[in-house]
Every structure is written in C-alpha cells, then in structure tokens.
C-alpha cells in the first residue's frame, strides 16, 4: 500500500500542478492545496475544514468514483454556496487516502 498519492490539481489560473499527498498524516484535500500554496492564503479553508464556507470547493474531473459518498453536511453546504456544478465536492471532505491515487480536480473560483 503506498504512503503517497499522486494529485492533479488545476488551480484559479487554470494552472496545473501535479502533486504528491502523503496517506499517513491524516489529511485532507483542502490541507493538500493550502500546503502546496495552490492559492492565495485566506481564500481556501476559511471555516477550518468543517464544511461550513465551500472556499475548498473543487470540481472532480477525474476519479470520482474513488471518492466517498457526500455525506448531509457536505451537500448542505454546497447547495448554498457559489459556482456549484454536478461534479462540485469540498476538498475538506476528502480525505488522502491510497484509493484516491490519480485524483484529478479543478479549484472553483472563490466567490
């Protein structure tokens, strides 16, 4: 089982990095984006991670199918939030796990 997954993230500029996420820490998609500097600080994971902003908001382009159900608070949250498509998910609800290896995802713009 790897210790690592690989990324691809497309952040606000439509830039792509491809990035490695470790499995082992306990972190999420959002804490991912923030490590990498993928945006401007303050404009991602602003509520901390609990689902209460959508500032984390990605589009699945790839892999959805590897990710876990939305759960109540997830879909709540985005069907008040901005910019929401199908294939919307909040990064802080996904957590880097080894299934999620080849996860492609795109960062909604921030309000």
């Known amino acids: 089982m790897p210790l690592d997954v690989n990324l691809k993230i497309t952040d606000r500029d439509g830039t792509l990095h491809e990035v490695i996420a470790p499995t082992d820490m306990s972190m999420n998609l959002m804490e991912v984006i923030r490590s990498y500097e993928l945006v401007e600080e303050g404009t991602i994971g602003v509520c901390g991670g609990m689902a209460m902003c959508a500032s984390c908001q990605v589009y699945v382009l790839n892999g959805a199918e590897k990710l876990n159900?939305?759960?109540?608070?997830?879909?709540?949250?985005?069907?008040?939030?901005?910019?929401?498509?199908?294939?919307?998910?909040?990064?802080?609800?996904?957590?880097?796990?080894?299934?999620?290896?080849?996860?492609?995802?795109e960062l909604a713009p921030y309000p």
């Open 69 to 105: 159900p939305m759960e109540a608070e997830e879909d709540a949250m985005l069907a008040e939030a901005f910019h929401v498509e199908d294939n919307s998910r909040l990064g802080c609800q996904i957590p880097i796990t080894p299934e999620i290896d080849g996860l492609e995802v």
